[in-house]
């Protein structure tokens, strides 16, 4: 109830702040007998660890995960799987001259005024490392979606600040540190220079989808998929967007063109973006965001104390210019957590889960 | 946990289907002592109600709501508050033609799948109906955050279709049937009679807002303020996209000029819509949602029956050409059981609630 | 989360005041395409219905149940079951005198204390009227048990007052106001007689007992089935003890007697009460609840005002003088509740629900 | 939802198995700035501790708790407490001849049907063990409800096996290793070794009392205050029967005695053991459990193996010969923990927390 705990019936509740001694989760009710190592949850923490590329925090931690319970013998056991990752690298004196002065855009000033107490070093509960956690359980709820139904998740980026990156092909993601859908991503690396060069940040777009998905998932009228999806998303750290579908885009469009017809063959199109009534159509999930630009940069700041007096802030220590960079394997994470929640929903009441009747052509958007 | 409940501390768990016998809802951990009567629940049921203008459907529900439980004496005492509004104008053999087939954009198609039946009369338990009790509830939510905190909501539409609606000021909202904050409706009155004429149907924007903001309000680390915003908006029927703030124009934005710079006057911008870190800053909360267009149109539209063969579905009944028009006041009654549940929220962990430390001028966008 | 809903996946949210216009609840997560009508559960009602003889309240109240929502041609949607009960025979004044006085044994002084503010009327919120809708959603419980997995639930009374109830055979239950287990009840009759005439009341045990259950139901660490059933009774009015299998009988027992040994042919003895590690053997719940005296008596006593001041107490009104006679039905609804719940839990991370695997003997204790 | 999570707004989420590599708990909720450091958790958790006489299980656990966040600068942040307990001294091959049979009176064979996989070293998550993390959540919960209320906790044994154990005084507790509140516990040493010796083992019942109560606290209609003490006692391991105030006793009790009269100055008695219509009168908390012998003894015992075979199981390893005596310290853990939780339940909605008004006489029993 004090939100630190992600889903209902596949549940992760997160620990940690940036510079404590660790951080962490506990996941509880993953379906027992499911085959889990840490090495199936470290490759999706070093997709998102920090320091390995320019563009990203220099912070050098390892992520290696330590499953502490819930797996007996390379299996899960269907007790709770407790994960913990050391923290290794803080560097608190970074944070020394913010103790007393309030970073525009940062949460210092909101848990201030909340708890009249807070932990201000690197960010302390409301930093982006708090990610980890969450990447890791979603790591476990790939696993098992996958097994089952053969459900994947992707993510790439689509905008940079103002440069709109084009869809080339999902091989591309994983090449090159931008998660960037194309080839060649020299006009990116060139941008990013140029802002850490100003001292300065941006925001940028990212895609999350989901294939292979089964029908029938979304819990009206509240805990609709979509409105789920939402949540999730816009939960995550610089968040201030979400769009299913068709989006924004939808307002401008008529009835005629954004219902998506139906055919023996499956959907002719998907502005639903694979929801409709807030319940899985078994088309892909397509879902957009928007990342505001990091709010620690170098460059100087007006802000006030917690006297009230003005201050001029500059946020020192290593951040991302982009946050949105290591964004990908996040969103993705928070997805796959979401449809497993809502998985495992679907099975306490109506028992089965459906996939592919009728056929289902799942086109993209 | 079957997605009928809404909140947690201050929840609402909602029932019925648009042609039943009744639709209502049950309000559960209300504070007592508070002076509540139908009159009061009744004022936003009536913004809300179909069959007002030209422009929405005709059916004609007075949509009067009783009160059965939960007040004493014309105070709340703190027991469950529960609300019924009798259903009266049923036109059930309008859905005659639909009982084996699946409207595009509806959700025909997943109820049918997810449950194996399905209640086609007026679409069930999907039908837009079923915001009536999400408003009554929010009504009393307002209530009492208005008389705590002078807390406030309001929202108006912002785009109809193509057109853009430009700001001029609240007091227009109520003079129009659009929720528009312009003098001059013509332009709209022209559009949809056009749209109704074409058998076809548009979209909208809505822009909600909540002012007199408690500072604190939110729960990191899932459970953001932005984050239940995000939920409780996409969860209502036809929205595809939510903004915060900024919102999707932030990905294009720097640091040096998202972030809000802090003055011991208050904050100089409102960019981040009011939430830092998932928590309420005192300012004005600023949402935007998106709303694609009626899947309910004339228009002949391609589909398959439940037996996967080609059909053709018109949908005749009585619909709302544009749902967007009637959302406004549902956007609000759901941005305030939002805050509402926050509120409490903070108060049980936290024991108060504070406003307006240091002082806040909460700019617009 | 204020206590009104009962359960988390098959979930019962309580409303009314024992004089209000009506009570009811709502069902949310019940399996879609279940055979349901009103009959279905106006059988358990009036099983519990008031004024059925001398040894009951003499209340007239048909409590005749409207199913609001949630059945579409004679079976469950899986969408919310509302379910409505006019209150009818309310006589408030009886309630005059106590509208300042709080009355030993009752909840009147801590809902005073708690709210600030309480409904007299009949107790309002307290009274064990509000179980009328618990039985309501323990019927639809029962009937899905049934046909699934052929579970069936059963109370009688095993004691009343100083009196033991030995036990002859369940046939005799339905025939005899006490939900006695035997075939002759004068002295019973005749108990109760001479207390109503002293203006005095007593207390009674309870058993109830599940067959027919499934293995593996119930979910550790904390939400063990038995501790669920715990909560369930010890939250029906009036109730003061609850025992699992042995019970507190099993304090002087030894290790050696008290485990029930295993054997190809199922478990020889049944000490457990039908759980072990807080999940079911599949033998037979057995569970056994203590019921205090009726506060509400025509004998004065001493107790306090809302002032603080000293005064005298006779409940006049129309109440049982051994609630304890009427909670054979109630007892037996909570039970269902639990193990419903459980059912759909186990489902949700296990997939399936076993049953009789290796061949289960539920001897009873 | 699975069970691990104890709860609502204090929420202790449990995690590990007796043999894995560490055991712990994540506390969410806590209200912030309330001072905590290890040593006001180990306290308790060293009177939970095995190893510390002959009449408990010998397995040396130091049981040293590391807190791995949600405190700084020795302060509560508001955000989620994370404690570990590494496990040191597992002996699993003590284990092995159980891996393919089920231990009478054990969750063996629950969990066997249940999950289709299970932990057999030291009983895996079933072990008594996992009670650790519990105590040391209720240590920090008794630490807030001292400090805002005076509120304070304690248990002992009234009962060993056939042997009623009188009340003396509280003082004699902590010294003697049955929690026995009496000073000469030689009677009861000579019990112990003596089923010791026969490879036996009993039962016991233990009080526990809250004192310095609020007025208030307890959520009507389901979430009593009683109901949720009676999930949190029947939930710990080994509880078969839980009392409230005068509990089973009340059955043959009049309503004329056991309705605790008011008097200006208090209570005149405490039958209710402190609860009314579900909620604190400000009295003591009265309860009693009934703890039945410990299932793992040497005696051998006639059981089946996996493949439903007959087999005799005789229960190495290290056991505690009565779980009961160091049932206490944890008994008083989950009463605080559901006090805790009911507080800032009763704060939520409520918003204030009444103490001692009018002036309350605490009776005992």
């Known amino acids: 109830m004090s939100g630190n705990t992600f889903g209902t019936l596949f549940s992760v509740t997160n620990f940690g702040e940036s510079h404590g ?50 797996v007996y013998e390379g299996k899960t056991t269907g007790t709770p799987i407790a994960l913990l990752i050391r923290n290794t690298d803080q560097r608190s004196k970074d944070y020394a001259n913010i ?12 848990y201030w005024h909340k708890y009249g107490i807070r932990d201000p070093r690197g960010g302390g509960r409301s930093s982006a490392r708090l990610t980890a956690p969450t990447v890791a359980a979603g790591a476990v709820a790939k696993l098992w979606l996958k097994a089952q139904f053969g459900t994947e998740f992707r993510a790439c980026m689509t905008q940079l600040g103002e440069l709109a990156i084009p869809f080339e092909d999902w091989s591309h ?25 100003a001292g300065d940040s941006c925001g940028a777009r990212i895609r999350v989808q989901a294939s292979g998905m089964p029908i029938g998932l979304g819990q009206p009228l509240y805990d609709k998929l979509d409105a789920d999806i939402a949540y999730a998303m816009m939960g995550l750290n610089a968040v201030k967007g979400v769009e299913i579908g068709a989006g924004f885009a939808s307002v401008a469009q008529r009835g005629t063109v954004h219902g998506d017809s139906l055919t023996p063959e499956g959907f002719a199109s998907n502005h639903a973006g694979g929801v409709l009534g807030g319940i899985s159509t078994g088309q892909d999930l397509e879902v957009s965001i928007a990342i505001k630009p990091t ?39 928070l997805l796959a957590l979401v449809v497993m929640d809502h998985a495992l929903r679907h099975r306490a009441q109506c028992g089965d889960v459906h996939q592919g009747v009728p056929p289902i052509r799942s086109s993209l958007l």
Do not use: W
């Open 21 to 70: 001694p660790a951080i962490g989760c506990v996941i509880d009710g993953c379906p027992p007998g499911m085959p889990l190592t840490e090495a199936d949850i470290q490759h999706d923490l070093d997709r998102r660890r920090p320091g390995t590329s320019r563009h990203v925090t220099q912070r050098n931690e390892p992520d290696a995960v330590e499953i502490l319970s819930g």
């Open 99 to 110: 103790v007393e002065s309030f970073r525009p855009g940062h949460a210092d000033y909101t």
């Open 173 to 197: 993601v994983r090449h090159n540190p931008f998660f960037a859908p194309v080839a060649d991503v020299q006009a990116y690396e060139d941008y990013m220079d140029a802002l850490r060069k």
């Open 295 to 333: 709010s620690s940069i170098l460059s100087p700041r007006e802000s006030i104390d917690i006297h009230g007096q003005s201050t001029q802030v500059i946020t020192k220590g290593r951040h991302d210019p982009c946050v949105g960079i290591r964004a990908a394997p996040i969103a993705e994470a």
